[in-house]
């Protein structure tokens, strides 16, 4: 079972790759519950990748590099996707990176959604912005949606209550995608 996590933040440390590796860690457990025990997970970072990026918009020409992350992207079991919002929506370098995906080509991968913001003002960016955006290339977005403010991660890593109900959430949902006929043990 494979796991991806595609976080655009830029910074380092970013807390747009702490939640993706949040949820990519609930995710695990969830799967890892309903008797799932070879899980790789993996995250690709924007930043590792966009200068190549925008090479192959301007050029035409594909680094190797990108195109492994592109192709961990697409062969993803599960995709966990996070932008930060700048100016009301996902990173232009976080779609710059989308771009160079194929129309269809997440068909079908359960994906959850998440961004980080500096205000609750954006709550809705994984809704008007991200969804249709992963819609476009076919996954199938799951319907919790994780939006993280600074207030939201203690020390900049753990989550508060209500942002770790969010993400466990969004984990069940996740592993209930990827592994359907399966109940939870336990449960």
Known sequence: MRLVGLSGGVGAPSSTTTVVRLVLDAATAQLRERGVDDVEVSVVEVRD?????ASETVGGLREP???AALRHLEEADALVVASPVFRGSYAGVFKAVLDLLEPGSLRGIPTALAATSGTTRHTLVTEHAMRPLMSYF???TLPTTIVATPDDLVLGSRPVPELAAR???SAVELAD???PGR?????
Do not use: N
């Not at 109940?183 to 449960?187: H, K, N, Q, Y």
């Open 183 to 187: 109940t939870r043990m336990g449960a």
């Open 138 to 140: 076919g996954a199938l």
């Open 167 to 169: 993400i466990a959430r």
């Open 65 to 67: 590099h990108l195109d």
């Open 49 to 53: 990748v966009a200068v190549a990026a």
């Open 177 to 179: 995608a990827v592994v």
